[in-house]
């Protein structure tokens, strides 16, 4: 089965979501990243975003820092808890293992990477390559770009551009590519991403691209160092109307 075969609908003409990432989660609920109790951040963007009224949340990847299959029970065990009641969609990050994603998709955690509705579809992107920095499959990006037929929004874990930061080492190895075939295409009006931590937005050929801040630890910017600074958990709101697509981040006090 392909990556985008199935498909998850709404039968609406406008779409409120929001756009969390980077939750770096321990087997340990106490677990600390850096001096931040992970699983405390992530619980409280959950409780903000129950408070909403979204259609769905999209979790952007790096699910663990710990890489055990409790951190991603703990994950599943948080939402359930948590009074979010629409249902959340998920990529993977480079820390994250696939198989155990799949795992916790069910009830509210989804796995369909198509999300539609009357205004046109989100597509979940796969870049979790063989190291740490970013890598999409040929045949992956062929299938993304024969499903781009209506208008669309794309997520991605990597950043397809540099942030002129120590994260470039990791960064979206093909990611021109994967931009100039979306720009190409003439139906995609933005890309959003995590892996950063921290809040930028970027144009590629006339096409906006908008990284979101984690929920754990912020990554500090314009540093070759690789810096860590606890602003606060934070997460992205995005409505898609009829008059396109308004965003904007929204940082939780620490």
């Avoid at 903000?48 to 769905?56: G, I």
């Avoid at 703990?74 to 990050?93: D, E, M, N, Q, Y």
């Avoid at 209506?150 to 960064?171: A, E, R, T």
């Amino acid at each position: 089965m392909g990556w985008f075969e199935e498909k998850y609908e709404f039968n609406q003409a406008q779409l409120r979501i929001a756009h969390i990432t980077d939750t770096h989660l321990f087997a340990d609920e106490g677990g600390e990243y850096f001096g931040v109790n992970t699983a405390q951040h992530f619980g409280a963007v959950l409780n903000a975003l129950a408070q909403l009224n979204l259609d769905a949340v999209i979790f952007g990847g790096d699910l663990t820092q710990d890489h055990t299959y409790e951190s991603y029970e703990l994950f599943a065990r948080l939402v359930a808890s948590s009074r979010l009641t629409c249902p959340l969609f998920w990529i993977p990050g480079n820390h994250d293992d696939i198989e155990y994603l799949s795992k916790i998709s069910q009830g509210q955690i989804q796995q369909t990477k198509r999300i539609a509705f009357e205004m046109g579809q989100i597509l979940l992107v796969n870049s979790k390559g063989p190291t740490p920095a970013g890598w999409i499959e040929t045949s992956h990006l062929n299938e993304l770009e024969k499903h781009c037929e209506l208008p669309s929004v794309v997520f991605c874990h990597h950043n397809p551009l540099p942030i002129d930061g120590y994260l470039d080492k990791h960064m979206l190895d093909n990611g021109p590519q994967l931009l100039n075939r979306l720009v190409d295409s003439g139906q995609v009006l933005g890309l959003f991403h995590g892996h950063v931590h921290n809040e930028y937005q970027f144009r590629f050929r006339g096409m906006t691209l908008y990284a979101t801040p984690a929920t754990s630890v912020q990554f500090t910017k314009n540093t070759e160092q690789w810096q860590q600074e606890n602003l606060g958990a934070a997460y992205r709101l995005i409505n898609w109307t009829e008059n396109g697509i308004q965003t904007e981040v929204k940082w939780l006090e620490k």
